[in-house]
């Protein structure tokens, strides 16, 4: 059976999506791109368009190709192509405009406005006790380890030019 992410947008830009299973999304089946239907389907009054979709591994449908299958097609511009040059034509793979149980996720637009839920606001978060300013003597402590690590990496780097220097001369 088919499964679809549905997601409805308004007039207003807002958004939301729900997922369809088994008899529920039965109705969406066959319907095509730019089509209208009840939203009903969605437990919402009024009609809904079909406006894209995308199938399981994010193939676009497009709306100016027949069918259900994935078609490899040049496109000028449009969905399924970006950044295109002016004369440019790219050979992409593209889905039919029907939708069938390959289908994942459909769009729509709702021809009312959507009640969407308002996130909700967190309470303001504590902030955290101020630090003190490190003391004189932990400020010296802390030169002297720097200190100690640089003469250390210094003479790290004397021994091995001394080894190179051996081993140039032995050969």
Known sequence: ??????????KKGRSTSK????????PLLGLRVGQETDASIVGLQGKIVITGGSD????????????MPRKRILIPKGVGLQDAEKGLRKRKLIRGNTISEEIYQVNCRYDGELQVEEPKKEAPK??????????????????????KLQRKKLQRKKLQRKKLQRKNRLT
């Open 56 to 67: 399981k591994s994010g193939v676009p449908m497009r709306a100016d190709v027949h069918g």
């Open 19 to 26: 997922e369809l299973k088994d008899n529920d999304a039965n």
């Open 1 to 10: 059976m088919a499964t679809f992410k549905l997601t409805l947008s308004d």
């Open 126 to 147: 504590k902030e955290a006790p101020k630090k003190e300013a490190p003391k004189k003597e932990e400020l010296q402590r802390k030169k002297l380890q720097r200190k």
